[in-house]
């Protein structure tokens, strides 16, 4: 794979995390549950450090096995979208990161899929693990507080 390709991929997913990072961030500023506020609050940092991960990978130009999380719950393909409001409750406010986590694990999917090249391939998969691990601890938050009964 030429190197600016690979790039290329690194800045795309560079630019999705800053876009996840700004998404949090802003609902942390609109939300007015306080714990709300600061779990949106973590997640736009946790978003920050994927995002050095990344820049990490595109400057140091290897490629590694940053990313190895296969397990999925597939708990978000079984909730709809809630609306961002200030007065969300818990479980909605999860229920919608866990939804941004899974746009972004698919749409890393679907470009992996339509990848001929197999090294781009690859980073897209990465990536795609990545999001899928990040998903699974909005899954896992969202089983928490949506579901009490199971702990």
């Known amino acids: 794979m030429i190197l600016?390709?690979?790039?290329?991929?690194?800045?795309?997913?560079?630019?999705?995390?800053v876009e996840a990072q700004k998404f949090y961030a802003d609902a942390a500023d609109k939300l007015r549950d306080p714990n709300l506020k600061k779990m949106f609050g973590q997640f736009a940092e946790e978003e920050k450090k994927h995002r050095e991960i990344l820049k990490g990978i595109y400057i140091s130009n290897l490629i590694g096995e940053y990313f190895d999380e296969k397990m999925d719950y597939k708990v978000a393909e079984t909730v709809d979208v809630p609306e961002l409001s200030i007065d969300m409750k818990p479980a909605d406010a999860i229920a919608l990161a866990m939804k941004k986590e899974e746009e972004a694990m698919v749409q890393y999917t679907e470009l992996a899929e339509e990848c001929p090249d197999a090294e781009k391939k690859k980073i897209f998969l990465d990536l795609a693990a990545m999001e899928r691990g990040h998903k699974r601890k909005m899954e896992d938050a969202f089983v928490d507080i949506g579901y009490p009964e199971v702990w």
């Open 4 to 17: 600016n390709e690979y790039k290329d991929v690194i800045k795309f997913a560079m630019a999705n995390e």
